[in-house]
Each structure stands twice: as structure tokens, then as C-alpha cells.
């Protein structure tokens, strides 16, 4: 593993609070006005930085998300800050009720990243947390997100079609 560069040296990276704040207080209040939606399966994506920013917002409880899709996130960013992001919310809390989906591909560095830091999350045995990863074969950083995001988006929302054609 290898850790990214200081983010003191990407000055408009950061703010992942603030960003949090404004979807969850603003953007989705206002969709939920302005559109049909159920609340029920409320569904953040994102890849690489914005990845890395999926995965920060899953460990943000309660959350008006309940899936969370992270492909190819930045783990390593800021000498892997978000690992000891994960360990606090694990000290502090007995569940995190939402579903994490994972992917890399395979051509890319960040499969040794992925793995560990899924099977941290596993460990900890949550009643309702489901964490998934997948690598996608012959797939770089900058191809694998289409896969990565039909797949996902399947995985999530085909469970869901398929409860409510059989209900």
C-alpha cells in the first residue's frame, strides 16, 4: 500500500463535510419536494476521489442513504485517513445500517487497498451492514467505472425489482 500525497498539495480538494452537509440539507430535501421518491433506497455513487468521498459519507449516521456505491475510491488519501475514520465509527457505534458496494479494477493499483479495507468492515459482524467488493478484469482506473456502475446499480436495484414483482 501506498499512500497519496499530501492533500495540502491539491488545494481545492477537501470539504467533504461541508459537501455532506449540503446534499443531505439542501439537495435531497429539495428533490424529495420536487419528485416522486420513497426514501427507501436513496443511493450515493461515486469514484476515485468522489469514491473516497462515497465511502466518508457511509460512516456519516444516520444517513438519508442507504446504498453506497464506491468505485476505485482513494483510500490512500492523506495517508489513509478514512481507515481511521472506519475504526472511530466502529468504536463508537454497535451497527451501520446501509450497504457498501465496492469495486476496483484489476489493472489498477488499488485492489491491495480495497480488500483489507473491506474485510475491516466485515469484522465487525454489524446486524445490518452488508459490504461487497468485486474486481473487474481487465479493467484500469479510468475504464472499469461503467462496469463498475451497471453492476452495482443491478446488484442494488435488481434486489429491489425483484421484491416488489414477487411481493
Given at each position: 500500500?501506498?499512500?497519496?500525497?499530501?492533500?495540502?498539495q491539491?488545494?481545492?480538494?477537501?470539504g467533504?463535510?461541508a459537501?455532506?452537509h449540503f446534499?443531505?440539507n439542501e439537495?435531497?430535501?429539495?428533490?424529495?419536494?420536487h419528485?416522486?421518491?420513497n426514501?427507501t433506497?436513496?443511493?450515493?455513487?461515486?469514484?476515485s476521489?468522489?469514491?473516497?468521498?462515497?465511502v466518508?459519507?457511509?460512516?456519516?449516521?444516520?444517513?438519508?442513504f442507504?446504498n453506497?456505491?464506491?468505485s476505485s475510491?482513494?483510500?490512500s488519501w492523506?495517508?489513509?485517513?478514512i481507515?481511521?475514520?472506519a475504526?472511530?465509527?466502529?468504536e463508537?457505534?454497535?451497527?451501520l445500517p446501509?450497504t457498501?458496494?465496492l469495486?476496483?479494477g484489476g489493472l489498477e493499483?488499488m485492489?491491495?487497498d480495497?480488500?483489507p479495507?473491506?474485510?475491516?468492515?466485515r469484522?465487525?459482524r454489524?446486524?445490518?451492514l452488508n459490504v461487497?467488493?468485486?474486481?473487474?478484469?481487465?479493467?484500469?482506473?479510468?475504464?472499469v467505472?461503467?462496469?463498475a456502475?451497471a453492476?452495482?446499480?443491478?446488484t442494488?436495484?435488481?434486489a429491489i425489482?425483484?421484491?416488489?414483482?414477487?411481493?
Open positions: 500500500m501506498v499512500a497519496c500525497q499530501s492533500p495540502k491539491y488545494p481545492f480538494a477537501g467533504a463535510a459537501f455532506h446534499l443531505t439537495v435531497i430535501p429539495f428533490v424529495d419536494a419528485y416522486r421518491t426514501g433506497a436513496n443511493t450515493l455513487a461515486g469514484a476521489i468522489s469514491g473516497l468521498f462515497t466518508y459519507a457511509f460512516f456519516q449516521q444516520p444517513s438519508p442507504h453506497f456505491l464506491a475510491p482513494s483510500l492523506d495517508n489513509f485517513l481507515r481511521q475514520m475504526m472511530e465509527y466502529a463508537q457505534s454497535t451497527d446501509a457498501l458496494l469495486s476496483v493499483g485492489v491491495a480495497l480488500y479495507f473491506a474485510d475491516l468492515l469484522g465487525w454489524f446486524p445490518q461487497h467488493v468485486a474486481t473487474i478484469a481487465e479493467e484500469t482506473h479510468f475504464s467505472q461503467p462496469a456502475f453492476r452495482g446499480l443491478r442494488l436495484f435488481g425489482k425483484n421484491k416488489d414483482h414477487h411481493a
